[in-house]
């Protein structure tokens, strides 16, 4: 009985970590989010590139990123102090690291929901993504708050260091990698969060739905 708890635990935890895996999985890859960007914030006016350009050298940074076995950042158009290259190599073992929570995640997920589906427990979902639902507002508080402060502190969890506070001088790609694009990837991020709880948490309603409908039904005797 003790086990079972635990695997179902194990089963929940693995679960909220795959679907906060997926949604940086997307949001990091999702392209079209800095092409929007590149014109809605003007990015050509604070460089000499072209947008194809300027396209390509940010495709070539998301390959790095990307790209276990790529060990040195050389793009085209842009020189890098080496403070800057070892920030973008700390942030690639960041990408890895997701990328592995989501693949160890992702077979005792599938195992985790089938068996709830199985025994018809899916109601067991309501409450956990009922209060998933939540941080992601939460945090969409704190970002409305104060951006800056928000975008400081999360650099301050995730990096040891400082080099993550680029020099224009020396690091020009950080004038085409403005803070509200980042604050654009934050929202996205969330945003497909609260989607995914959401469709577990109505998934585990429809299944509370249909277990009364069941219970309710009268029995028929065979003849």
């Avoid at 990091?28 to 072209?50: A, E, G, K, M, Q």
């Avoid at 790209?67 to 960041?94: I, R």
């Avoid at 997920?109 to 199985?118: A, D, E, G, H, P």
Wanted: glycine fraction near 4%.
């Amino acid at each position: 009985m003790k086990k079972q708890v635990w695997l179902e635990r194990l089963g929940f935890v693995c679960l909220f970590l795959f679907l906060v895996s997926l949604a940086i999985t997307l949001t990091i890859n999702f392209r079209p989010l800095y092409w929007f960007d590149v014109d809605h914030l003007n990015l050509l006016d604070y460089t000499s590139l072209t947008r194809e350009e300027l396209l390509k050298n940010y495709g070539l940074l998301l390959d790095f990123l990307n790209n276990p076995f790529a060990s040195t950042l050389a793009l085209p158009d842009f020189p890098m102090s080496e403070a800057g290259a070892g920030h973008f190599y700390d942030v690639k073992q960041l990408f890895l690291l997701n990328y592995a929570v989501m693949i160890v995640t992702l077979l005792p997920s599938i195992w985790f929901v089938n068996r709830l589906r199985q025994k018809q427990q899916q109601w067991r979902l309501i409450r956990p993504f009922q209060w998933g639902m939540i941080l992601p507002l939460i945090f969409g508080f704190l970002m409305a708050v104060g951006f800056d402060r928000f975008f400081v502190t999360f650099h301050e969890i995730f990096f040891s260091n400082d080099d993550w506070l680029f020099n224009p001088a020396t690091d020009p790609i950080i004038n085409v990698l403005p803070e509200t694009f980042f604050m654009h990837c934050f929202i996205l991020f969330f945003v497909l969060i609260e989607v995914f709880f959401f469709a577990f948490y109505w998934w585990g309603k429809r299944g509370l739905k249909k277990n009364s409908i069941m219970k309710k039904r009268p029995t028929i005797p065979f003849l």
